[in-house]
T-cell receptor
Framework: DGGITQSPKYLFRKEGQNVTLSCEQNLNHDAMYWYRQDPGQGLRLIYYSQIVNDFQKGDIAEGYSVSREKKESFPLTVTSAQKNPTAFYLC????????????FGDGTRLSIL | GQQVMQIPQYQHVQEGEDFTTYCNSSTTLSNIQWYKQRPGGHPVFLIQLVKSGEVKKQKRLTFQFGEAKKNSSLHITATQTTDVGTYFCLSGANNLFFGTGTRLTVIP
């Protein structure tokens, strides 16, 4: 089955700790995205990548970092500089370009201990 | 991504009633995509509109793109409990524009 896999489903972070959220897709999509969703709120774009080895900041990139070393993978690191990391994180992919429909993973819920 | 105004923010309907959500932009949009997110779930793509005045239907759902390509609507006829969730629009070209979402509750 083709799709996007995010792991883990739930993640707990201690103060001052960096954590990495995994996102893998086997759809052969060029573009990948990371979003943050707070309770009752809409999506906010953190980072996106349209090709391997290239990525762009979204609206709320501060405190986050990404890499795109492989087409299939787009991991997101939530650094200790992100002071309010508790949120639902969604990864998505599309064939390429912002005008293409996006396929979303099941998300990772990050909480602070 | 910038924001597209989406109204209403919340809508409670009795099962069988109709429901409509609207996305409005101050700038011309190249396309509009609609997604549905069930409570606790992830967004699922519903449809994309690209032409001025375009209307598309999916069973009880009707999607419209305005003539000026600055607004769009999603209309559900005779809602069912399976329709509950948040519906949001997304438009992308050089930048991504997101609707803030409308949360639909259907009362049985």
């Amino acid at each position: 089955d083709g799709g996007i896999t995010q792991s883990p489903k739930y993640l707990f972070r201690k103060e001052g700790q960096n954590v990495t959220l995994s996102c893998e897709q086997n759809l052969n999509h060029d573009a990948m995205y990371w979003y943050r969703q707070d309770p009752g709120q809409g999506l906010r774009l953190i980072y996106y990548s349209q090709i391997v080895n290239d990525f762009q900041k979204g609206d709320i990139a501060e405190g986050y970092s990404v890499s795109r070393e492989k087409k299939e993978s787009f991991p997101l690191t939530v650094t200790s500089a992100q002071k309010n990391p508790t949120a639902f994180y969604l990864c998505a992919s599309s064939r390429g370009g912002h005008n293409q429909p996006q396929h979303f993973g099941d998300g990772t819920r990050l909480s602070i201990l | 991504g910038q924001q597209v105004m989406q109204i209403p923010q919340y809508q409670h309907v009795q099962e069988g009633e109709d429901f409509t959500t609207y996305c409005n932009s101050s700038t011309t949009l190249s396309n509009i995509q609609w997604y549905k997110q069930r409570p606790g779930g992830h967004p699922v793509f519903l449809i994309q509109l690209v032409k001025s005045g375009e209307v598309k239907k999916q069973k009880r759902l009707t999607f419209q793109f305005g003539e000026a390509k600055k607004n769009s609507s999603l209309h559900i006829t005779a809602t069912q409990t399976t329709d509950v969730g948040t519906y949001f629009c997304l438009s992308g070209a050089n930048n991504l524009f997101f609707g803030t979402g409308t949360r639909l509750t259907v009362i049985p």
